[in-house]
């Protein structure tokens, strides 16, 4: 059935937690392990059905968040999600107080149960007004930034659309696309910052009410993080600094020189070449139809996978005025993936696509294999593998969407991809002092951003231009008001990407294969266990970002084009 032909209908929430109520009580009266797991199968059922219609009226809103009455539906779920969501962990808690919890290891692995236990202690009903109102949060935010639009070139454009301009060859027109879209979030300045002062404030309650001693800490529960904690990743954030700092500010000379800035500024930074950025070549609908090829010729399982989304048209990458800003994959429970985007005829179009369908596929797979949704799908720094290791798997397609720039969109992604680790660390110690010093005003706020630019991506010169100069452009970033503490994932994941990328230049069949092994494990087992299994190395330890950093380093000075 095709994505627009599924029907919603709002669930019975009432119905809902009765059937939980009744479901912890059975398990609480049990006397046998056939009980225990029985009950679990029931719940399956009831989370797949009631998160079918959550997830399908999210993603409707996000397709255009002006539709009153999708708008409707995501504030019915902003306050029933977390309510549901303690009912849950009470079923949770009883099946991890049963004398019959083994049975559920025995059937579906130790790793099920250490999820659980991770989820029970990350909420419970004291909180739950706590959630209502982060959630009403994030919705007024994401329905601010999709506001976005600004006059420029005589068009009216949206933030992707005026992506377009923010990486063009003309110095001057680059500066004034990011003055006007700084513009933009100055005359919101006021609104942004007080919601953020919002979220930091519940955010850090929900922790205290839950007694740990911020959200910082909280939030690695929350997140799913088995096996490491904040003193593993800020052990990360130093390999970065140590070992792929000092990398990438040589590269990025080598970058700016080539593109023919010396005197680079901020707006300088998305150019990598004299000429411009290499762009797809067609149109959306011809794109789209590479892709399929791409995926075709793959393997046979991507070619399985492909076609069902196109003939279930589980895809909407085009930008337009009301749709939410950003790119993601959304798996419909007990029906499939489905893929968001802001397509804008950049080559980012390329990333987002190959990117999200790294983790569409891996939705597909799952479904196939009828994994259970707690083990369907890893922690978001084991998920975020499949995604951006499937940008470079595919790179011998690359050809099908750059032609003759396909060079340079190769070696444009390496650096990117590098360049990136930097960047999204910045993001993770941000959060990290922000949520542990909640007194911090917005412009001390702004103000420690800027200090950890310094730190990280020394190359960066601001020079003066309005919002990114105060040191406010992390109010761009979605993850930071929508998904706290997210951000690390993607260092995490794309260091091994960049193992991926290696691999896959010494032997691409031997590195699909291992890509396949790790698809199909799902979430059954932990970050370290996945990216051990597929062969490489866990990037918590000293001295294991070297060897990614130079050996990347290394193929991005044999590529210059």
Known sequence: MKFSELVYSRPDTGAVLAAYAALTQRVQAACS??????????????????????????????????????????????????????????????????????????????????KMDLAVRSSDDRVLALQQEENRLVSEYQKLYASFMVHFDGKDLTLPQLGVYKQGPDRAVRKAAY???????????????ELYSKLVENRNAQAKALGYHDYSELSYLRMGRIGYGPAEVKNYREQVLCDVVPVVHELQKRRFARAGVPDAKFYDLPVFFADGNPKPHGTSGELLQRCRQMYHELSPETSEFIDWMFENECFDVLSKPGKAMGGYMEEISGYGP???????????????????????????????????????????????????????????????????????????????????????????????????????????RNQKWLELEKRYRPWVDF?????????????????????????????????????????????????????????????????????????????????SLKPVADTVAQWIREHQV
């Open 179 to 193: 003055v006007a879209e700084g513009e933009w979030f100055d005359a919101h300045r006021t609104e942004f910052d």
């Open 463 to 543: 020079d003066g231009i309005p919002f990114y100069g105060r040191g406010a452009g992390w109010q761009r970033q979605l993850h930071i008001y929508e998904m706290a503490f997210y951000y690390i994932d993607y260092c995490l994941a794309q260091t091994v990407a960049l193992q991926f990328f290696a691999a896959h230049l010494q032997n691409p069949a031997d590195a699909w294969q291992r890509y396949l092994a790790l698809v199909r494990k799902g979430g059954t087992e932990s970050y370290a266990g996945l990216v051990q299994a597929a062969g490489f190395a866990v990037p918590f330890d000293s001295g």
């Open 338 to 444: 489905f893929v968001f985007s802001n397509w804008n005829g950049t080559s980012g179009d390329v990333d987002v696509i190959t990117h999200e369908m790294g983790h569409a596929f891996q939705g597909y797979v799952a479904h196939k294999l009828g994994l259970v949704p707690e083990l369907s799908c890893p922690g978001m720094e084991s998920a975020e593998i499949h995604s951006m290791s499937m940008e470079f798997l595919t790179s011998p397609w690359h050809h099908l969407f750059f032609g003759p720039d396909t060079a340079k969109y190769q070696l444009m992604h390496a650096e990117d991809s590098l360049f990136f680790l930097p960047y999204g660390c910045i993001v993770d110690e941000f959060q990290h002092i922000v949520y542990q010093h909640p007194e911090l005003t917005p412009e001390q």
């Open 33 to 114: 392990p056939s009980e225990i797991t029985a009950v679990f199968a029931e719940h399956i059922k009831l989370d797949t059905d009631y998160s079918f219609m959550a997830r399908l009226a999210s993603i409707r809103y996000t397709i255009d968040t002006r539709d009153a009455f999708y708008t409707a539906e995501r504030e019915h779920f902003d306050e029933t999600d977390p309510t549901v969501g303690n009912a849950q962990l009470a079923l949770y808690r009883a099946l991890l107080e049963s004398p019959f919890r083994s049975a559920l290891a025995e059937k579906y692995g130790e790793i099920l149960l250490t």
